[in-house]
């Protein structure tokens, strides 16, 4: 059973020794107990046994980390997606403190963990968010009664070092242009792939989204898509097939007539397989297509496509623009917004705020400084 000692609160006659203990009542209710000072841990030590004696049985005096982890888990109310990004961080950074008492890790051990997770190469904010992560359990911690210290509330926040010049890659390489994508997509020979990067180019969803799209949501009349939930595929329980959307907005969108003939030609398809309903999925039928058959038909095709175009060009081959699955998403925006589309038409298609739109795609955005410097000519 622990004890805890508050030298910077001692009372005036010198006590710095109390006990904290979770225990449940004879109504059956748990209840947390912080004792008084006293003037030895023996003397606070025999003052629980006492109380714990007169007063319930005793649920727990200390946890471990794992325990905690799992409790923490259990009771926060997160979607299923974000409890499993938590369980990740905890299983990959928090390993230094499996099977330790949460009471006996302090300031120093929350330091190992920030060293820990500095020597990952991502980026400031990941690391800060991680940091965040650790802070959040162990105040969840403090609230149930588990222990009374937040060992990552005197830890320092990651700082982006002022001096290091940032890398910066192209603009351009973060998303195809038309040009592009159509030389992408004249290389494909499956229908069914032909669709599926046709779609995610046009449409501009997210991975999560298309993977979850049924015939259902299709408004085969009027060219319409209802995208309001995603596929559970990241999920911790996994107990529903599909969740809310990343921002949890339902929205409708235009599908342009050129997809909406793809759309309708493989639906004709497979409306023919045997049970077919409305509740297949567009891209899988049944079962999903997975993430990993996709990128690794996503690169063969633009393996194809570098083949093609260094056909006749050995001594000097190029290399063709890649992107990921997500970077369809940015190109569909900065086609939206090289065509001067409104940044709430284009907020609505992709299912942001405007103030998102703005700051993942202001450097797409026409520059205003250009019409600085008539200003400044007149002068």
Request: aromatic share 12%; net charge positive; charged share 30%.
């Amino acid at each position: 059973m622990p004890v805890y000692q508050d030298k910077k609160n001692k009372t005036k006659d010198g006590r710095t020794y109390y006990f904290k203990c979770q225990y449940t009542d004879i109504f059956g209710e748990t209840r947390t107990k912080k004792s008084k000072k006293y003037f030895s841990s023996r003397e606070a030590k025999e003052e629980e046994r006492k109380f714990l004696e007169n007063s319930g049985k005793i649920i727990q005096t200390s946890i471990i980390w794992n325990d905690l982890v799992k409790d923490y888990i259990k009771n926060i109310q997160k979607k299923d997606t974000t409890l499993y990004s938590k369980f990740l961080v905890f299983n990959k950074y928090g390993n230094l403190f499996n099977d330790k008492e949460i009471s006996k890790i302090n300031k120093f051990k929350a330091e190992q963990i920030r060293n820990y997770i500095d020597t990952f190469n991502i980026a400031t904010k990941t690391k800060n968010r991680i940091l965040g992560d650790f802070k959040l359990i162990f105040k969840y911690a403090i609230e149930t009664g588990k222990t009374d210290n937040n060992p990552f509330e005197l830890v320092k926040k990651f700082q982006d070092n002022p001096n290091k010049i940032k890398d910066r890659k192209k603009e351009s390489d973060l998303y195809l242009t038309p040009e592009e994508f159509n030389d992408f997509i004249s290389v494909i020979d499956n229908d069914f792939w032909k669709i599926y990067f046709s779609f995610a180019f046009y449409m501009g969803t997210r991975k999560g989204e298309q993977a979850g799209l049924q015939w259902k949501d299709i408004d085969f009349e009027n060219n319409k898509l209802t995208i309001y939930k995603q596929l559970n595929l990241k999920g911790l329980t996994k107990e529903n097939r599909f969740i809310p959307t990343k921002n949890n907005v339902i929205r409708t969108i235009s599908i342009p007539n050129k997809l909406m003939e793809m759309l309708n030609d493989l639906y004709e398809k497979e409306k023919k397989v045997i049970g077919f309903n409305d509740e297949f999925l567009v891209f899988g039928g049944i079962k999903h297509t997975s993430y990993t058959t996709i990128d690794r038909q996503k690169k063969h095709y633009f393996d194809l496509l570098e083949a093609q175009k260094n056909k006749d060009n050995i001594n000097n081959p190029i290399k063709v623009k890649r992107i990921t699955m997500h970077q369809f998403r940015h190109s569909h925006a900065s086609f939206l917004i090289s065509n001067n589309v409104p940044v709430n038409i284009i907020a609505k298609r992709l299912g942001d705020t405007i103030e998102v739109v703005l700051k993942t795609y202001a450097h797409l955005f026409p520059d205003v400084e250009e019409t600085v410097i008539p200003i400044l000519n007149k002068i």
